[in-house]
């Protein structure tokens, strides 16, 4: 599976952006895909990801995004979005999206098997 996330930018503190990952080399509709942000310094952080099931698609994000940023796929697209609104300076990090199989360590980015290259989001004050 080959990722390619776009659609970061500069963007000003209350703003929006929307980010997106392509897939290739093999459909995703059946695996969890998950976006992390590393900023300057830090580690790689959990920020929001989709699975699907038997139920539907079930969602999770960090508690620091909750309420602004929402993440979406499309399957017919082999696609995954993160819409990300009322952003503020400390969302400002180089965002990757990611794929695994299964719903086990779905925060943790080591048990990610397929990255994309990551996108830079910075949001000026």
């Known amino acids: 599976v080959q990722l390619q996330a776009s659609g970061g930018g500069l963007v000003q503190a209350g703003g929006s952006l929307r980010l997106s990952c392509a897939a290739s080399g093999r459909t995703v509709s059946s695996y969890a895909m998950g976006w992390f942000r590393q900023a300057p310094g830090k580690e790689r952080d959990f920020v929001a990801a989709?699975?699907?099931?038997?139920?539907?698609?079930?969602?999770y994000y960090a508690d620091s995004v909750k309420g602004r940023f929402t993440i979406s796929r499309d399957n017919a697209k082999n696609t995954v979005y993160l819409q990300m609104n009322s952003l503020k300076p400390e969302d400002t990090a180089v965002y990757y999206c990611?794929?695994?199989?299964?719903?086990?360590?779905?925060?943790?980015?080591?048990?990610?098997?397929?990255w994309g290259q990551g996108t830079l989001v910075t949001v000026s004050s």
């Open positions: 990611a794929a695994k199989n299964g719903v086990e360590g779905i925060r943790s980015p080591s048990a990610y098997s397929y």
């Open positions: 989709v699975t699907v099931n038997w139920i539907g698609r079930i969602t």
